[in-house]
């Protein structure tokens, strides 16, 4: 049975199409957009990983989104071979001051697994973002392990007075509790915007190894 898009759906569907073709990162001629009760829905082929992420941030920027469903496949327009991958992950990691040393790379037909241990949550983002923009990579499995070096209640603590600083978050509306080295994010927020910063914000305190968001938009 086929949907009826609502005009509050179309309207959206357009935001979203506007917002990718104005993006200067984002090629968005073979990208198709569906919305539906605020979910938007990407389809289609771009020619990087890159773009695949680029046109994902680029959705959720629009006012009204409440989540991004990205099916957008990887057709490189450039093939290269998992050991020329390989090498230059491993060389660009060598060369990034805030990558963690000691991270193995494993590379299969254009994606690449990230495995090791690190003390902080920035340096398993930072690994991830050395590689994912590396010529002909399809796609980025990070499976850096964070290990927790602090108590649950020093890092929800540094989680609230970190939120009250942020002049963009609202952080009266919003409830951090910590278990391990795992942060519950429960409450509202204005925006696809500030649920990023509030998340961001969580993953920014030591010792924090997963970020359970359920975060709701409520403008």
Known sequence: M???????????????????????QVDATMIGVTAQA???TLSGYVD???????????????????????????K??????????????????ANRIDAPRGISVTVRDGHITLGGTV??????????????????VRGVFN????????????VQQRIVEALHRHADIDARRIQVTADGGRVILNGFVRSWNEKDEVEKAAWTAPGVSAVDDRLAIAP
């Open 2 to 24: 086929t949907m009826i898009a609502t005009h509050e759906e179309t309207v959206l569907r357009d935001s979203v199409m506007r917002q990718l073709a104005w993006d200067p």
């Open 38 to 40: 605020g979910v938007v």
């Open 48 to 74: 990087t990983y890159s773009g695949r992420l680029a046109a994902e941030r680029a959705a959720r920027r629009v006012y009204g989104v409440k989540a991004v469903a990205n099916e957008l496949a990887v």
């Open 76 to 93: 490189l327009a450039e093939t290269r071979i998992d050991p020329d991958i390989a090498r230059d992950a491993v060389q660009t990691l």
């Open 119 to 136: 003390e902080w949550m920035f340096q398993r983002a930072a690994a991830e973002r050395a590689v994912k923009y590396l010529r002909g």
């Open 143 to 154: 499976n850096i392990v964070v290990k927790p070096s602090v108590s649950p209640k020093d």
